[in-house]
C-alpha cells in the first residue's frame, strides 16, 4: 500500500460519510430492494461506530477518501448464526490494485480481535481470489437475494 493512504475510523458526522455511503449503495444498493439512498445513508451512519461492531474504516489520500471496509453484527439474513461480519469493502478504481483493499481488510480483522472475536465471516460474489490470498476459507456457495456469492471464514490470530 501507498504510504500516503491512511486508514482511519468513520465518524457519522464526518463530511466523507455520505461519499462512502454512496459508494456503498451505487455497489450493492441491488441486494437491498426498496433501499433508497437516503436511507442507505442513515443506515451506513449508524454503522459508525466508536470502536468493536459497528466500525467502518476508510482509507485517505489526504483529505480524499479512496476506499473503505466495515466491520458489522449482520450482513447476511439467511445466515444470522455468522457474526460478526467483514462487509463493503471498496477501493475507488482508480486505487485499485495497490494494496488499499488487503490493508482494509486487516484492519477490520484486528478491530474484531481487539474486540475478541476469534472468528469472522464475509460473502463475495466475485473476490474469492483476493480473499483466499488473506487467509480467507470458502464455507458455502448459495443464491442470495439474485446473485451466486461464497460465504467464506476467518480465524483470527492465525
Known sequence: MQCDITL???????PNAEIVAGWTFESWGHLHPGLTLEQAIERFKAECGQGGVPSIFVAMHGETPVGTASLIADDMSI???FTPWLASVFVVLEWRGQG????LVRR???EAATHGF???????P???ALYR?????ALESLEYRGETV???SRQLGL
Open 150 to 152: 461464497t460465504v467464506m
Open 108 to 110: 477490520v480483522e484486528a
Open 126 to 128: 466475485d473476490q474469492q
Open 100 to 103: 488499499i483493499a488487503s490493508a
Open 8 to 14: 482511519q475510523r468513520l465518524r457519522a458526522d464526518d
Open 133 to 137: 490470498r488473506l487467509g480467507w476459507q
Open 79 to 81: 445466515r444470522r448464526e
Open 118 to 124: 476469534e472468528r469472522f465471516y464475509l460473502y463475495t
